[in-house]
């Protein structure tokens, strides 16, 4: 009975090692999944952490479709917090959000994301150069990316 109980001890340890060391995944709007340790594999990324709720992120969304040559600068993924898949549909239809966009759609779900950094509201964009956070802001503008991007 104590090796029963012993092995179930040890079985349990070893599985919460392994889920502990998984990665943690985020849904894509297409579907698919990615890992955070992905997302920051470009050496210069704009995390946009929004949801469907907030008008202040429509307009931000807004301004950004409108704008192609944002990914120039960095790789954008738009974080949307906790909220159902069939609510960000009904945004990325009814605002026309084009691929640009829509492609990049993470699903935060847990809130993990948001978690990570802190974010206390939205709409908020979080800079990243190699993996650290170089800026943050609470609005789109081009600006904003040369000056923290440098040109590079």
Not at 17 to 38: L, N, Q, R, W
Not at 73 to 92: N, P, T
Request: glycine content about 4%; proline content about 3%; some cysteine.
């Amino acid at each position: 009975m104590k090796k029963k109980i012993l092995l179930l001890l040890l079985a349990s340890f070893c599985l919460s090692i392994s889920a502990f060391a998984a990665p943690e995944k985020f849904e894509k709007y297409s579907g698919e999944a990615v890992t955070y340790d992905e997302i920051l594999s470009s050496p210069k990324v704009v995390l946009f952490l929004w949801t469907t709720r907030c008008p202040y992120c429509r307009e931000e969304l807004q301004k950004m479709n409108l704008d192609y040559t944002i990914s120039k600068y960095a790789k954008f993924y738009f974080v949307d917090i906790g909220e159902r898949r069939q609510d960000v549909e009904k945004v990325v239809k009814s605002m026309k959000l084009k691929e640009h966009i829509f492609a990049n759609i993470i699903f935060d779900k847990d809130a993990k994301m948001a978690e990570k950094f802190s974010i206390i509201g939205v709409p908020t964009f979080i800079y990243m150069r190699n993996g650290q956070v170089v800026d943050q802001g609470y609005y789109f503008d081009e600006s904003i990316l040369k000056t923290v991007f440098r040109n590079e």
